[in-house]
């Protein structure tokens, strides 16, 4: 049971470059999340899936675009990259529960340098 | 919109001690959860204690409690006979109570707080 993996783990880009983030999770989990982590800011929604072929947008959408085509991952793209996307990226899943609050369980994260 | 405050960036402790880490919190809601997750030098983020609103008893979790005060908007977390193992980074985070599309899952995230652990 490897959890929540991300792939890659490290990446430089310049800008305008394109790439994706793959997250996938083998806990059969409905949700699926990505966050960005900047110092001194937390961790930041940008994205977010309650399941297979649906998105929704987090608090800092903008410049990222998603996809969850099957349940098990959720990819997230960067059309042009800027170097204000220079972040550590985290994917997490938790499953829906009866109420919510459920435990999210988050991947290694990846760092991401745009140049 | 809900916001979570961590007004200290960081502490300071010696191993065995106890240390408080604050937090306070800004919602409208009455039904929701509040969590602490740890992020030691691996980067990986780990839950280390969560507590529903509905609940009055604070929650604990081995050497780890919380201070829950839901008039106060204030959760803290008390980190007994310190360990080494503890020195990381600490986020506060906040969950409102999920609707049945689950559009409520969302955490939003203090900006943390570095606990340092001295041998």
């Known amino acids: 049971n490897a959890g929540v993996t991300q792939t890659p783990k490290f990446r430089v880009l310049k800008t305008g470059q394109s790439m994706t983030l793959l997250c996938a999770q083998d806990m059969n989990h409905e949700y699926m999340y990505w966050y960005r982590q900047d110092p001194g800011m937390g961790l930041r929604l940008i994205h977010y899936s309650v399941g297979e072929g649906t998105t929704a947008k987090g608090e800092v959408p903008d410049g990222y675009n998603v996809s969850r085509l099957k349940k098990q991952n959720f990819l997230l793209g960067l059309e042009s990259a800027a170097p204000s996307q220079t972040s550590v990226y985290f994917c997490a899943s938790s499953p829906p529960g009866l109420a919510g609050g459920d435990e999210q369980f988050f991947g290694p994260g990846t760092r991401l340098t745009v140049l | 919109a809900q916001t979570v405050t961590q007004s200290q960036p960081e502490m300071s402790v010696q191993e065995a001690e106890t240390v408080t880490l604050s937090c306070t919190y800004d919602t409208s809601e009455n039904n929701y959860y509040l969590f602490w997750y740890k992020q030691p030098p691996s980067r990986q983020m780990i839950l280390v204690i969560r507590?529903?609103?509905?609940?009055?008893q604070n929650a604990t979790e081995n050497r780890f409690s919380v201070n829950f005060q839901k008039a106060a908007k204030s959760f803290s977390l008390k980190i007994s006979d310190s360990q080494l193992g503890d020195t990381a980074m600490y986020f506060c985070a906040f969950m409102k109570h999920a609707g049945p599309t689950g559009a409520n899952s969302k955490l939003t995230f203090g900006k943390g707080i570095t606990l340092s652990v001295r041998p």
């Open positions: 507590q529903e609103a509905y609940k009055q």
